[in-house]
């Protein structure tokens, strides 16, 4: 898919190019929130909002690691520990990049624990519309009008219920794999940052961080 360089309109005079502006940071806006609204009212405000905690699937077993990671082992500067568990324990995070757990800490310093760990769970996948959109507009340089169908075609993708297990979709979430809902937000912004990259030849780093940040 062909990017366009980045070339600033000047063929309209500089007040209409203020308006245009103002407007196009208004859509991007409004896009974002309508997604980020529309997978927690799926999800229920309420449960979200509770001080219950989740414990489908995996959830259980988390919390543990979550209450751990934020009164435990953060305070003293440890970002991994050994865990006395089964098989006589295992290195905590063996399995889960650290990113979701560090955002249930970060939501932790001004949330109660539930709260923070529900949110933190679908923060991904609340922000995944809001993302395509974004990474669409600005990295891929599509007209809006275009970019909105990428948002729509992320969402059966998101509220599908065909896996419970594999990651990504809500569902899975929901059944403790919220690792994979960060997985697939960064997934998705790392191929749109190198295609940037391979048409312009710029914004390596970007693309090399959001790789990162999905591992």
Known sequence: MPVMPDMPDTTLPPKKQTVNALAACLMDGTVVLIGVWLIASLLGI??????????GGDTASHLLYVWTYIHELLPHGYITAWMPEVFGGLPFLSYYFPLSFLSMAGLATVLPFAL???????????????????????????????????????????LHEQNSIWGGNLLSTLSGEFAYGYGALFSVLTLLAWQRTMA?????????L???CRT
């Open 46 to 55: 309420d449960f979200l909002l509770s001080n219950n905690l989740p414990t």
């Open 116 to 158: 923070a760990m529900k949110l933190g769970m679908f923060a991904a996948a609340m922000a995944l519309p809001g993302a395509v959109w974004l990474g669409s507009v600005y990295l891929l340089k599509l007209p809006r009008q275009i970019a909105i169908w990428g948002v729509l075609g992320i969402l059966p993708f998101l």
């Open 200 to 208: 312009s030849g710029r914004y390596w780093w970007l693309a090399a």
């Open 210 to 212: 959001l790789a990162a």
